[in-house]
Protein backbone atom coordinates (compact mmCIF):
# COMPACT_ATOMS: atom_id res chain seq x y z
CA UNK A 1 0.00 0.00 0.00
CA UNK A 2 0.99 3.58 -0.29
CA UNK A 3 3.57 5.13 1.65
CA UNK A 4 2.43 7.44 4.55
CA UNK A 5 2.89 11.31 3.90
CA UNK A 6 1.47 14.54 5.54
CA UNK A 7 -1.20 15.79 3.26
CA UNK A 8 -0.16 19.86 3.67
CA UNK A 9 3.17 21.55 5.02
CA UNK A 10 3.68 24.91 4.27
CA UNK A 11 6.14 27.72 5.43
CA UNK A 12 7.53 31.41 4.97
CA UNK A 13 10.36 32.49 2.25
CA UNK A 14 13.65 31.76 3.63
CA UNK A 15 12.21 28.98 6.26
CA UNK A 16 12.97 25.27 6.33
CA UNK A 17 10.14 22.93 6.18
CA UNK A 18 10.69 18.84 6.11
CA UNK A 19 8.00 16.23 4.72
CA UNK A 20 7.94 12.96 6.01
CA UNK A 21 7.16 9.62 4.32
CA UNK A 22 6.30 6.35 6.20
CA UNK A 23 6.87 3.22 4.98
CA UNK A 24 7.27 -0.37 6.82
CA UNK A 25 10.44 -2.64 6.77
CA UNK A 26 9.26 -4.39 2.91
CA UNK A 27 9.72 -0.99 1.67
CA UNK A 28 11.28 2.47 3.25
CA UNK A 29 12.76 0.69 5.61
CA UNK A 30 14.24 -2.35 3.77
CA UNK A 31 16.25 -0.90 1.23
CA UNK A 32 18.13 2.55 0.86
CA UNK A 33 16.05 3.33 -2.49
CA UNK A 34 13.70 6.24 -1.66
CA UNK A 35 13.56 9.20 -4.40
CA UNK A 36 11.09 11.96 -3.75
CA UNK A 37 9.42 13.95 -6.82
CA UNK A 38 8.16 17.34 -7.42
CA UNK A 39 5.15 18.22 -9.19
CA UNK A 40 4.04 21.41 -10.18
CA UNK A 41 0.12 21.48 -11.31
CA UNK A 42 -0.09 20.31 -14.46
CA UNK A 43 3.36 19.23 -14.98
CA UNK A 44 4.94 16.50 -14.91
CA UNK A 45 6.74 15.19 -12.12
CA UNK A 46 10.17 15.74 -11.49
CA UNK A 47 13.27 14.14 -10.06
CA UNK A 48 14.55 16.03 -6.74
CA UNK A 49 16.31 13.20 -4.86
CA UNK A 50 17.68 9.57 -5.42
CA UNK A 51 18.69 6.62 -3.31
CA UNK A 52 17.77 8.24 -0.01
CA UNK A 53 20.36 11.45 -0.05
CA UNK A 54 21.53 11.94 -3.62
CA UNK A 55 20.71 15.32 -5.36
CA UNK A 56 20.59 14.80 -9.44
CA UNK A 57 22.58 17.33 -11.36
CA UNK A 58 20.45 20.51 -11.34
CA UNK A 59 18.52 20.17 -8.55
CA UNK A 60 19.46 23.30 -5.43
CA UNK A 61 21.12 22.15 -2.17
CA UNK A 62 18.86 23.54 -0.49
CA UNK A 63 17.10 20.12 -0.88
CA UNK A 64 18.45 17.35 0.98
CA UNK A 65 17.03 14.10 2.53
CA UNK A 66 17.43 11.49 4.88
CA UNK A 67 16.26 8.05 6.06
CA UNK A 68 15.49 6.56 9.56
CA UNK A 69 14.23 2.70 10.07
CA UNK A 70 10.85 3.20 7.91
CA UNK A 71 10.75 6.90 7.53
CA UNK A 72 12.24 8.69 5.18
CA UNK A 73 12.14 12.54 5.10
CA UNK A 74 12.86 15.24 2.24
CA UNK A 75 14.21 19.30 3.67
CA UNK A 76 13.60 22.07 1.73
CA UNK A 77 15.70 24.73 3.21
CA UNK A 78 15.44 28.67 2.66
CA UNK A 79 12.07 28.02 1.13
CA UNK A 80 11.33 30.46 -2.35
CA UNK A 81 8.17 30.92 -3.78
CA UNK A 82 8.88 28.54 -6.54
CA UNK A 83 9.08 25.42 -4.19
CA UNK A 84 5.46 25.48 -3.44
CA UNK A 85 4.22 22.58 -5.28
CA UNK A 86 3.52 18.87 -4.49
CA UNK A 87 6.26 16.45 -3.37
CA UNK A 88 5.67 12.26 -3.61
CA UNK A 89 8.55 9.96 -1.94
CA UNK A 90 9.21 6.72 -3.72
CA UNK A 91 10.48 3.27 -2.60
CA UNK A 92 11.57 -0.19 -3.98
CA UNK A 93 9.45 -2.55 -2.72
CA UNK A 94 10.37 -5.41 -4.10
CA UNK A 95 9.77 -6.09 -8.26
CA UNK A 96 8.02 -2.94 -8.12
CA UNK A 97 8.32 0.81 -6.53
CA UNK A 98 5.50 2.29 -4.41
CA UNK A 99 4.60 6.08 -3.83
CA UNK A 100 3.68 8.17 -1.26
CA UNK A 101 0.15 9.84 -1.09
CA UNK A 102 1.85 13.19 -1.73
CA UNK A 103 2.38 16.30 -0.09
CA UNK A 104 1.08 19.56 -0.56
CA UNK A 105 3.72 22.39 0.08
CA UNK A 106 2.30 25.87 0.45
CA UNK A 107 4.85 28.93 1.07
CA UNK A 108 3.18 31.46 2.63
CA UNK B 1 17.69 16.70 -24.87
CA UNK B 2 15.85 13.87 -23.68
CA UNK B 3 11.85 13.42 -24.35
CA UNK B 4 9.37 11.12 -23.97
CA UNK B 5 6.04 12.10 -25.69
CA UNK B 6 2.92 9.94 -24.80
CA UNK B 7 -0.01 9.15 -27.24
CA UNK B 8 -3.35 7.51 -27.54
CA UNK B 9 -5.31 8.30 -24.61
CA UNK B 10 -8.68 9.40 -24.89
CA UNK B 11 -12.32 8.76 -23.75
CA UNK B 12 -13.50 4.97 -23.58
CA UNK B 13 -16.46 3.24 -22.03
CA UNK B 14 -15.87 0.78 -19.15
CA UNK B 15 -15.29 -2.65 -20.42
CA UNK B 16 -12.73 -0.78 -23.37
CA UNK B 17 -9.51 -1.11 -24.51
CA UNK B 18 -7.10 1.32 -25.08
CA UNK B 19 -3.11 1.06 -26.44
CA UNK B 20 -0.75 3.87 -24.84
CA UNK B 21 2.55 4.63 -26.66
CA UNK B 22 5.16 6.69 -25.68
CA UNK B 23 8.25 7.53 -28.20
CA UNK B 24 11.43 8.63 -27.26
CA UNK B 25 14.62 10.43 -27.98
CA UNK B 26 17.75 11.96 -26.79
CA UNK B 27 19.06 8.61 -25.43
CA UNK B 28 19.59 5.53 -26.68
CA UNK B 29 16.34 3.75 -25.63
CA UNK B 30 17.56 0.07 -25.52
CA UNK B 31 20.03 0.41 -22.61
CA UNK B 32 17.26 1.63 -19.96
CA UNK B 33 14.57 -0.18 -18.29
CA UNK B 34 11.04 2.10 -18.93
CA UNK B 35 7.89 2.34 -16.13
CA UNK B 36 4.64 3.44 -16.55
CA UNK B 37 2.97 6.03 -13.92
CA UNK B 38 -1.02 7.00 -13.84
CA UNK B 39 -2.53 9.74 -11.32
CA UNK B 40 -6.21 10.04 -11.01
CA UNK B 41 -7.60 13.54 -11.20
CA UNK B 42 -6.48 15.03 -7.88
CA UNK B 43 -4.77 12.19 -6.53
CA UNK B 44 -1.52 11.21 -6.45
CA UNK B 45 1.21 9.03 -8.09
CA UNK B 46 0.31 4.89 -8.51
CA UNK B 47 3.33 3.02 -10.26
CA UNK B 48 1.71 0.69 -12.82
CA UNK B 49 4.59 -1.35 -14.78
CA UNK B 50 7.64 -1.12 -15.70
CA UNK B 51 9.84 -3.44 -18.34
CA UNK B 52 13.35 -4.06 -18.69
CA UNK B 53 15.93 -3.37 -21.72
CA UNK B 54 15.15 -6.03 -24.34
CA UNK B 55 11.32 -6.62 -22.79
CA UNK B 56 12.01 -10.07 -21.28
CA UNK B 57 10.79 -8.87 -17.65
CA UNK B 58 8.07 -7.21 -16.55
CA UNK B 59 6.54 -6.13 -13.43
CA UNK B 60 2.87 -4.99 -12.77
CA UNK B 61 0.81 -3.32 -9.67
CA UNK B 62 -1.50 -5.94 -8.35
CA UNK B 63 -4.59 -3.95 -9.98
CA UNK B 64 -3.68 -4.07 -13.29
CA UNK B 65 -2.03 -7.41 -13.38
CA UNK B 66 -3.83 -9.71 -16.26
CA UNK B 67 -5.66 -6.38 -17.38
CA UNK B 68 -2.79 -4.39 -18.86
CA UNK B 69 0.36 -5.18 -20.71
CA UNK B 70 3.15 -3.19 -20.91
CA UNK B 71 5.67 -3.97 -24.21
CA UNK B 72 8.24 -2.07 -26.51
CA UNK B 73 9.51 -1.78 -29.83
CA UNK B 74 13.44 -0.50 -29.71
CA UNK B 75 13.57 -0.44 -33.28
CA UNK B 76 10.47 2.12 -33.16
CA UNK B 77 12.39 3.67 -29.56
CA UNK B 78 8.48 3.49 -28.31
CA UNK B 79 7.21 1.88 -25.18
CA UNK B 80 3.57 1.04 -25.09
CA UNK B 81 0.65 -0.16 -22.65
CA UNK B 82 -1.84 -2.19 -23.32
CA UNK B 83 -5.04 -1.54 -21.70
CA UNK B 84 -7.88 -4.13 -21.47
CA UNK B 85 -11.10 -4.26 -19.26
CA UNK B 86 -10.70 -0.96 -18.12
CA UNK B 87 -12.57 0.41 -15.24
CA UNK B 88 -13.82 3.74 -14.46
CA UNK B 89 -10.98 3.79 -11.29
CA UNK B 90 -8.52 3.52 -14.51
CA UNK B 91 -9.50 7.07 -15.40
CA UNK B 92 -5.47 9.37 -14.87
CA UNK B 93 -3.47 10.89 -16.30
CA UNK B 94 -0.59 8.02 -18.11
CA UNK B 95 3.01 8.49 -17.84
CA UNK B 96 5.92 7.07 -19.27
CA UNK B 97 9.22 7.69 -17.82
CA UNK B 98 12.70 6.26 -17.43
CA UNK B 99 13.48 3.52 -15.16
CA UNK B 100 16.85 3.27 -13.52
CA UNK B 101 16.03 -0.20 -12.08
CA UNK B 102 15.65 -0.28 -8.41
CA UNK B 103 16.04 2.72 -7.51
CA UNK B 104 14.51 6.05 -9.63
CA UNK B 105 12.67 7.44 -12.41
CA UNK B 106 14.28 10.06 -13.84
CA UNK B 107 12.72 11.26 -17.33
CA UNK B 108 8.89 11.58 -17.47
CA UNK B 109 6.80 12.50 -20.44
CA UNK B 110 4.17 15.03 -20.22
CA UNK B 111 1.35 12.64 -19.37
CA UNK B 112 -1.41 11.35 -21.96
CA UNK B 113 -5.33 10.96 -19.81
CA UNK B 114 -7.68 7.89 -19.88
CA UNK B 115 -10.83 8.46 -19.26
CA UNK B 116 -13.27 5.53 -18.39
CA UNK B 117 -17.01 6.55 -18.56
CA UNK B 118 -20.45 5.38 -20.74
Known amino acids: SALTQPRSVSGSPGQSVTISCTGT?????????VSWYQQHPGKAPKLMIYDVTKRPSGVPDRFSASKSGNTASLTISGLQAEDEADYYC?????????FGGGTKLTVL | EVQLVESGGGLVQPGGSLRLSCTVSGFTFHNYWMSWVRQAPGEGLEWVAN????????YYVDSVAGRFTISRDNAKNSLYLQLNSLRAEDTAVYYC???????????WGQGDLVTVSS
Open chain 2, 97 to 107: ARDVPVSYLDY
Open chain 2, 51 to 58: INQGGTET
Open chain 1, 90 to 98: CSYAGDYKV
Open chain 1, 25 to 33: SSDVGGYNY
